[in-house]
Structure formats: C-alpha cells, structure tokens
C-alpha cells in the first residue's frame, strides 16, 4: 500500500494556520471566529472557508501542524546519539522557554486544555495524544540519562515524566495569569537539580 505525501499548502492556508495558532494560544479556542482571522489577515471569511469548511477542521489542522513541528524537533534530538540526555531535556525546554517570553502565549496543546470540555472530539483525542507523547518521549530521556550515569531519580520514569510535564505547562499558565517568568525558570533549576543529585 502507497500512501501520497499531503498536498502542500498555499501561502493563504499557512497565514491562518499561523494567526488561529497564536490566537488559541493567547485567547483560546473558544474564544476567536473567523471574522478574527478575516479581519488580522485583510481577508474574506469566505477565503478562510474555502480552505478550511468549518472551525473544527482549521482547529484540526493548526494541531495536527503543531504537533508534526514538535515531534519532528523530538524524533531529531533524540536521535542523535552524540548527545547527552541533559542537552536532549534542555532542548525540549526551549520552546517553554521561548513561550514564556511572550506576553501571554503558552504552549498550543496546553491552551487547548484549558477547554477540553468545550472541544469537538477530533480536538481532544490529538491534545490527548499530544500529551502522551511528550510524556512518553520524557520517560525515554529520564530512562537513557538514569542508564548513563547522568540522571539520579527519585521516582519511577514514567512518574517522573508525568511530573515535569505538567510542572512546565502548569508554570506557563501561572506565569501568563502574574506576568512572573521567574515562575518557570524556578521549575526548570529545581527540575534539574533533583534529576542530577546524587548522579
């Protein structure tokens, strides 16, 4: 069985791929319309319609490109074999760090989250999955860094994964409510000093 490679987008369908991205992750999904895109982009709601019929497909498509980009980077470092599992896991922290940054974006699955009850189904089986994966590319590294000497832990992996996942979407959404960015870099320090004491 031969499977064809997705048609690539037109420039029109990337820029409100990348406006509804933002504004879900600023607003939530709940909370923008097509007329938001329509106005931010200077086009016709009809245009956006064109390439995405409904909101559940535009939503559908903003995660399923979001979470292609991120696993791509995940599949890539992890990968590569020259690396030590510390610089696999600070590799994983920059675009958390890259979101605190901002005034108030956080990460796409983590703002969807927020709403999960609100969501169609197609949304919340792909913030699921998005989840589990991270969580299950986390347990990988804390394994690999425990096997190497560079990683002492005081919990199971996978417990461990759950934790830091969590511990990092949760310092987003603290920091956009207080405006503190230290609020992530605090998780990331105590992060890494419990992972590498002892080790």
């Known amino acids: 069985m031969t499977t064809t490679a997705p048609k690539p987008r037109s420039e029109t369908a990337e820029q409100i791929l990348d406006l509804a991205e933002t504004l879900i992750q600023t607003r939530g999904y709940s909370a923008f319309s097509y007329q938001d895109i329509a106005d931010g982009l200077g086009i016709r709601k009809a245009s ?55 005034p108030d974006r956080i990460c796409l699955c983590g703002a969807l989250a927020g709403e999960i009850l609100a969501l169609p189904p197609q949304l919340r089986s792909r913030v699921d999955g998005f989840f589990q994966t991270h969580q299950d590319w986390l347990t990988d590294i804390l394994k690999r860094g425990t096997r190497g000497g560079e990683f002492a832990l005081a919990a199971p992996p996978a417990k461990l994964a759950r934790f830091i996942f969590s511990a990092l979407q949760g310092a987003l959404l603290v920091k956009r409510a207080t405006g503190d960015a230290t609020q992530l870099r605090d998780v990331i320090t105590v992060m890494k000093l419990q992972l590498t004491a002892g080790s």
């Open 48 to 102: 956006i319609h064109y390439h995405f019929p409904s909101k559940t497909d535009l939503g559908v498509a903003v995660i399923d490109r979001y979470v292609a980009r991120f696993g791509d980077a995940l599949a890539a470092i992890g990968a590569d074999q020259a690396q030590s599992s510390l610089a696999m896991l600070e590799f994983y922290l920059e675009p958390y760090i890259g979101f605190a940054k901002t």
